[in-house]
């Protein structure tokens, strides 16, 4: 299994329809009345709405899997609904709700204040809706035995803007004279802007001699396959991995202590500094449409949130969910 919900633009259909109150009367059935004359009665209750139309998601990769899997079961609820995930990054999703081709988009980091501005010249506003917390994981080979604790400084090192470590003696004397083959999101991604901010100080400032992908899964393979490899990517995918990779404890300085990524280290937000929350980013005038306002709904509802769990990221708290939902009112 690739994930928990596989990765990729999907497109699916399937399908309930909201039914009126069980146990009413017909309301187009005749009634006898005392004289024997006929009559319609009134209708006791309107039906509820049918939804109906389609949504366009893009952005993260990290958040992908938590709206696959909403959109999966949204579309078992609502078969006139069509929703599509993809996954180019989150600038370029943001690109593409400024763009006006998405109605929602996915992003592991917040909007920026030009990206508003942007919507904002062409009248359109975004509500942003934290939905889960990831922790960035720093992954090794599972035959790296030697790495598997590193201080923010270290990481700094081989990850800062023109770094000339290319080799793991270069970080500690004692680990192997072996070349650091590097792996990591791609320049679109947040999960890229989110880490180079937190370990190099600046956000999208890195070397550049490394593999990137906005596809976890080839990051995934990458260090898989090589002993000496190293990346950086969503929390879950590390869960997905876990029998093939191993995660890099992180301390913030030399003497603190070396914290793993963990469910509770990440909820907790003690796992620095690679804990954060992820998001969407509906647009306020896809918001008043019914389809979407309810697929907003159900992103944020108790079942929302046990599709959070089930893709292996750790839920908010959940004064959190109802603010959102309070924004969708």
């Given at each position: 299994?690739?994930?928990?919900?596989?990765?990729?633009?999907?497109?699916?259909?399937?399908?309930?329809?909201?039914?009126?109150?069980?146990?009413?009367?017909?309301?187009?059935?005749?009634?006898?009345?005392?004289?024997?004359?006929?009559?319609?009665?009134?209708?006791?209750?309107?039906?509820?709405?049918?939804?109906?139309?389609?949504?366009?998601?893009?952005?993260?990769?990290?958040?992908?899997?938590?709206?696959?899997?909403?959109?999966?079961?949204?579309?078992?609820?609502?078969?006139?609904?069509?929703?599509?995930?993809?996954?180019?990054?989150?600038?370029?999703?943001?690109?593409?709700?400024?763009?006006?081709?998405?109605?929602?988009?996915?992003?592991?980091?917040?909007?920026?204040?030009?990206?508003?501005?942007?919507?904002?010249?062409?009248?359109?506003?975004?509500?942003?809706?934290?939905?889960?917390?990831?922790?960035?994981?720093?992954?090794?080979?599972?035959?790296?035995?030697?790495?598997?604790?590193?201080?923010?400084?270290?990481?700094?090192?081989?990850?800062?803007?023109?770094?000339?470590?290319?080799?793991?003696?270069?970080?500690?004397?004692?680990?192997?004279?072996?070349?650091?083959?590097?792996?990591?999101?791609?320049?679109?991604?947040?999960?890229?802007?989110?880490?180079?901010?937190?370990?190099?100080?600046?956000?999208?400032?890195?070397?550049?001699?490394?593999?990137?992908?906005?596809?976890?899964?080839?990051?995934?393979?990458?260090?898989?396959?090589?002993?000496?490899?190293?990346?950086?990517?969503?929390?879950?995918?590390?869960?997905?991995?876990?029998?093939?990779?191993?995660?890099?404890?992180?301390?913030?300085?030399?003497?603190?202590?070396?914290?793993?990524?963990?469910?509770?280290?990440?909820?907790?937000?003690?796992?620095?500094?690679?804990?954060?929350?992820?998001?969407?980013?509906?647009?306020?005038s896809a918001l008043a449409k019914p389809h979407v306002k309810e697929f907003i709904?159900?992103?944020?509802?108790?079942?929302?949130?046990?599709?959070?769990?089930?893709?292996?990221?750790?839920?908010?708290?959940?004064?959190?969910?109802?603010?959102?939902?309070?924004?969708?009112?």
């Open positions: 299994m690739k994930k928990a919900w596989t990765k990729g633009t999907i497109i699916l259909s399937t399908a309930v329809l909201l039914l009126a109150a069980c146990g009413e009367k017909n309301s187009d059935t005749p009634t006898t009345n005392a004289g024997g004359s006929t009559s319609t009665p009134t209708k006791s209750a309107e039906p509820a709405v049918k939804l109906s139309g389609d949504i366009r998601i893009d952005g993260s990769s990290t958040v992908f899997p938590i709206s696959q899997a909403i959109a999966e079961e949204f579309m078992k609820k609502n078969k006139d609904v069509k929703v599509t995930v993809g996954e180019s990054g989150s600038s370029n999703g943001l690109k593409k709700l400024i763009s006006q081709e998405i109605e929602i988009a996915d992003s592991s980091r917040k909007i920026k204040d030009q990206e508003i501005a942007d919507l904002k010249a062409k009248n359109e506003e975004v509500v942003e809706m934290p939905v889960a917390y990831d922790g960035i994981t720093v992954v090794i080979n599972k035959k790296n035995t030697f790495a598997t604790e590193m201080t923010v400084a270290e990481l700094k090192k081989i990850w800062e803007k023109d770094s000339k470590i290319t080799k793991w003696n270069q970080v500690r004397p004692e680990w192997p004279d072996k070349e650091i083959k590097l792996y990591g999101p791609g320049t679109a991604s947040g999960t890229f802007e989110f880490f180079t901010e937190a370990i190099n100080g600046k956000a999208k400032e890195s070397r550049t001699d490394f593999t990137p992908s906005e596809d976890d899964n080839v990051l995934v393979k990458g260090v898989a396959g090589d002993e000496f490899a190293m990346a950086y990517f969503g929390f879950s995918y590390f869960k997905e991995n876990e029998s093939k990779l191993n995660a890099v404890s992180i301390k913030v300085d030399a003497a603190a202590p070396a914290v793993a990524p963990t469910h509770d280290t990440i909820e907790k937000l003690t796992y620095k500094p690679l804990s954060r929350p992820i998001f969407i980013y509906p647009l306020k709904k159900y992103y944020n509802s108790a079942e929302g949130q046990k599709l959070v769990e089930a893709a292996k990221y750790i839920k908010l708290p959940q004064d959190m969910y109802n603010k959102n939902l309070e924004a969708v009112k």
